[in-house]
């Protein structure tokens, strides 16, 4: 069974070559939370702008926009994010500028896309930021803002959502019923509003995770107790 972490990464392919691009996502597409093809370099760009992903994997030469050309923009964007390149063998000595741009990997084609997977699993230990540790055997995915228990989805509203991401952007405070009802609705809203909404959590979830210190508000439990 692949690392549980590519489950969590949404992966997009910069890819003209439609059967290929095709080829690739079935055989290594349901790995991961998601797999987008963009047909060149300027939809790549809009496509990374709209759902961020987690690694980029490109082609070299493509209309409109090179791969090359392409993966500068995005560290302009994101230093931080891999950028994986599909070489032809007749265009590996344009590998030499992909050093100085960034690029993470490169594979020549044609690749066995095994290799391919066993690279990205082998490099999602330097994504694990995104990839929060809560107590009580709870992960919390901050890119596809997704809850787990023991691996396991545990499924969220979107309030829930942002009532633990308050909580995590928070670590170091005891969030109160005031900011609570700010973030989540409106200052006027109930206080028995906010008791019910934490109580349904707590349940969907644990006390433990989600600790109410008594007359003061609640924080989250990052340590196994």
Do not use: C
Request: hydrophobic share 40%.
């Amino acid at each position: 069974m692949k690392n549980r972490v590519l489950k969590e990464l949404k992966i997009l392919l910069v890819e003209d070559e439609e059967n290929l691009a095709r080829l690739l996502k079935e055989a290594i597409g349901d790995n991961f939370h998601s797999f987008t093809i963009a047909a060149d370099g300027l939809e790549g760009i809009e496509l990374f702008k709209k759902i961020k992903p987690d690694i980029v994997i490109t082609d070299i030469m493509m209309p409109r926009l090179s791969g090359l050309e392409m993966a500068k923009r995005l560290k302009e964007i994101n230093s931080d994010t891999p950028i994986i390149i599909l070489s032809a063998f007749s265009e590996k000595e344009k590998l030499f500028s992909a050093i100085d741009i960034g690029i993470t990997k490169y594979f020549l084609k044609p690749f066995d896309t095994e290799e391919l997977l066993e690279y990205i699993e082998s490099i999602t230990s330097k994504l694990g930021n995104k990839l929060l540790k809560l107590s009580e055997g709870f992960m919390f995915n901050k890119t596809t803002n997704s809850l787990y228990k023991n691996d396991r989805y545990v499924p969220l509203s979107k309030n829930e959502i942002k009532f633990l991401s308050l909580l995590m952007d928070n670590q170091n405070r005891i969030i109160d019923d005031t900011l609570i009802k700010e973030h989540l609705w409106s200052a006027d809203a109930s206080d028995e509003r906010v008791r019910t909404f934490i109580r349904r959590l707590r349940a969907k979830t644990s006390k433990k995770l989600i600790q109410n210190i008594k007359g003061v508000g609640y924080r989250l439990s990052f340590n196994e107790n």
